[in-house]
């Protein structure tokens, strides 16, 4: 893990990329049963065509959860002080997501100092599907 | 057309007790393999009591026990035009494996776009663990395309 030092992070610095596989049906599966979103539109291809939709598409929320996966690979999750993303669009079945970061700021964020990070989630078609920030405290 | 009354509406507390095998299959279901979020030991030789609660896993709380169906229910908001739009989430002090969560959740604003054909639902939520400390607090938007 790279060093937490407020002094060696710089603006502009990029986080080391989070390469996902393709989305399939079984991640989709797993993922209803571990969050806890049960809502048949992610699993069940018959519920997705009666609301008009070619097919099962991907949780928001694992979306959201690869992002933290980003960060916490980055610098470890006791530094996280906040996470908002905004869903852009449909992640499909066979989107392999690319998580990206980068260093916007370095400021002081109730006596602690802080950086805020970037964050964007694209599929391999270079289509962004979340966008998001972190704020991370450093030492 | 989603109800401006339910502003400030409060929904029932949630509680999820979180347990470690539901901990090691949400890291599974999002391809977290690091030890202090899949194996008891080498988070606890890392320093923490248990395994640690990954940033995003919370928002299970109110999935778990139905409270979240319940909203959508009451709020006549069909599922199939459901989209989650935004997401946030605000850390106060980790949770770990053994913890027992309560998620309050308020309706704080409902508001339109392209003269109603999106409809948004604001709700924010607060976590607290068993010794009434805030964990997080978070927020989600909710769009209802029609």
Known sequence: MPSNR???????????????????????????????????????????????????FAHGMLGMAWLARLITSWMPQSALRRLEVRFLGIT?????????GRVIDKL??????????ELQSTNQFGQRKIVGEALVALS | MIEKKWIGHEFPACVLAIERGRLQFFAKAIGETRSV?????????A??????????FLFAVELDSGALDR???ELQIPVA???HGEQSFTYHRPAYAGDTVTVRSTVTDIYEKKNGALEFVVKSSRALNQRDELVAEFRSVIVCRH
């Not at chain 1, 499909?92 to 990206?100: D, E, K, R, T, V």
């Not at chain 2, 320093?47 to 995003?56: A, S």
């Open chain 1, 6 to 56: 407020f002094d060696t992070v710089q603006v502009g610095d990029e986080l080391p990329t989070l390469q996902l596989a393709p989305v399939d049906r079984t991640m989709l599966a797993l993922f209803a049963g571990a969050s806890g979103d049960h809502n048949p539109i992610h699993i069940d291809i018959d519920v997705a065509r009666r609301a008009g939709l070619p097919d099962v």
């Open chain 1, 92 to 100: 499909h079945l066979g989107n392999a997501m690319q998580c990206s």
């Open chain 1, 108 to 117: 002081d964020h109730e006596g602690e100092r802080c950086v805020r990070v």
């Open chain 2, 37 to 45: 979020y899949t194996d008891p030991s080498a988070a606890r030789a």
């Open chain 2, 47 to 56: 320093g923490f009591p248990d395994l640690v609660v990954p940033p995003t």
């Open chain 2, 71 to 73: 909203v959508v229910a």
């Open chain 2, 81 to 83: 035009k459901l989209l």
